[in-house]
DNA sequence: AGTTGACTTAGAGTGGACTCCAGTTGCTAC
DNA sequence: GTAGCAACTGGAGTCCACTCTAAGTCAACT
């Protein structure tokens, strides 16, 4: 397979691969006569491992960490368990973490917010959320008081 | 609270506490007489609102938009609402994928990885992962079969 | 023979999210 | 009163993971 269909394939971009494949993330993908990458079934099983691993977050330098492991061979395997292992406690860790995030997110859209109407109009008043709202509140007094209105640089330079 | 303090209960750096009340994602902090920074507990609650997204992986420009729309007062309640709910199905969506690699790191870990003592050395030999194991072998291959590690370019002009 | 378009390379540039730095001010302790 | 320390400011630097550029090669088509 060539680049472009490899990269179809995936969904990602053919300048994804090369640099996976230029610091070792890959193996070096065998050309033809030409020059042109011709991407094998490993290869690609290669490939949707490890993309497989970074959409989940796991990051370049641990999947470096294992696939540097992988090339030194059979004695290396209790090393790439223990990898894989600890990128699995990385995970449930994050996972537990976004759950956390869910439950807050479900229970503002569904106490605070629940009042909003189609249009966007709010239809109550609610009076039960610090958080944000609260903070708010107080610099739209903090605003509307003495002239102290720092210029508000948003976004770094741009 | 002093910034140091929420430094701490946070466990954000104050660059970082300053950083975002310098984009915008934190409001104004009020400042003593000497001009240090006294956060409030309104304070502390939107800094807890925005660890609590950020470390489930919300970017700060979906912070900013809410938080900016916060400022602007109810009528942006549902727009505000929209911005949550849409949060929450890219962190489902996030979860989702998580959850994948996950099973695919179990599998790996249960079904290829099992065979691995404590001591390192790996006590049977399994043949059925395709994924990065083949592209190794090739790799290895490539390695002691033709010259390989030389670029071809035979017309070459920098 | 010339143009198109996919490919090649080394290397530079980008965007997000911090993180650090230099210089200054202000409080507390000795 | 001066040393030490925490805080302040604007701006520069860093890290990660790409992403883009320039200059070139090659096969196919007109």
Redesign the interface.
């Known amino acids: 397979m060539k680049i472009q269909e490899v990269s179809k394939k995936f969904e990602l971009t053919a300048d994804t691969l090369r640099y996976y494949e230029r610091i070792g993330l890959?193996?070096?993908i065998?050309r033809n006569e030409s020059?042109i990458r011709e991407y094998?079934?490993?290869?690609c099983?290669?490939i949707?491992?490890i993309k497989?691993?970074r959409?989940?977050?796991?990051s370049i330098e641990s999947l470096l960490e294992?696939?540097t492991l992988?090339?030194e061979?059979?004695?290396t395997?209790?090393?790439?368990?223990a990898i894989?292992?600890e990128?699995?406690e990385k995970?449930?860790d994050?996972?537990e973490?976004?759950?956390?995030?869910?439950d807050?997110?479900?229970w503002?859209?569904e106490n605070y917010?629940k009042w909003?109407?189609?249009?966007?109009?709010?239809l109550k008043?609610q009076h039960n959320c610090?958080?944000?709202?609260?903070?708010?509140?107080?610099?739209?007094k903090?605003a509307a008081g003495p002239k102290?209105r720092?210029p508000?640089?948003?976004?770094?330079s741009k």
Not at 40 to 43: A, C, L, M, P
């Open positions: 890959l193996p070096h065998g020059g094998s079934e490993e290869d099983a290669a949707d491992f497989c691993m959409s989940a977050g796991v294992y696939v992988f090339k061979g059979d004695k395997r209790a090393a790439r368990k894989l292992m990128e699995r995970l449930q994050k996972m973490i976004m759950e956390a995030t869910m807050r997110l479900n503002k859209i917010y909003v109407d189609d249009n966007g109009a709010e008043k610090a958080e944000l709202e609260a903070a708010a509140r107080q610099e739209q903090r102290k720092a508000k640089k948003t976004t770094s």
